[in-house]
């Protein structure tokens, strides 16, 4: 089979891209990850990516007047690496319409809930677990989507859950559902590959 093209997109630490480069290297997904596109000159997750000999790409959109420089931008640097895929790995800016709809269900990403809870605009990160663990919900869990034009509202593709216990903060949370993160993402990353 043909290696196929991965761009992702990261704003913070980096440990699902990570997970994903990783997986690349020993072979479980046929793919190489080409670039990272960060919005964050300080991401964890451009560190990786210089220390790997990872094409890196810092945009963000509050560089740019209006958003048609900033998809301008975007769709150089997509049409020059050529993804397969798209993936989201905590990246926390909006993907914008045109680029939605230029790579139709080629986009996906992952989120640190079972969703539709705790998704939307402003549901990210710690906020989420922080939410979990006051409404005192029993299980909580991540979930990989495609990506449309509605924040965190694209079809489910996978979900993992996770128990909530009783002495759980959203620290001891996040670093359940993060775990799960790194095993999930792959999988379906490797699986959307290689039926496409
Ligand atoms: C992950 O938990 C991911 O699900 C979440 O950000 C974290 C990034 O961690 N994404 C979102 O909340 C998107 N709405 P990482 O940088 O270590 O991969």
Sequence with gaps: MKTKN??????GTGSNFKALHQAALKREIPARITALISDNPDAGALRYAREHGIREHIVSPTDYEDSTGYVQKLREILGSESPDLIVLAGYLKKIPNEI???YKRRIINIHPALLPKYGGKGWYGMRVHRAVIENGDQESGCTVHYVTRVYDEGPVIAQVKVPVRKDDTAETLAARVLK??????????RFLLSHS
């Design 180 to 189: 799960q993160e790194h095993l999930l993402y792959p999988k379906v990353v």
């Design 6 to 11: 991965i761009v992702v997109f990261a704003s």
């Design 100 to 102: 939605v709809d230029l």
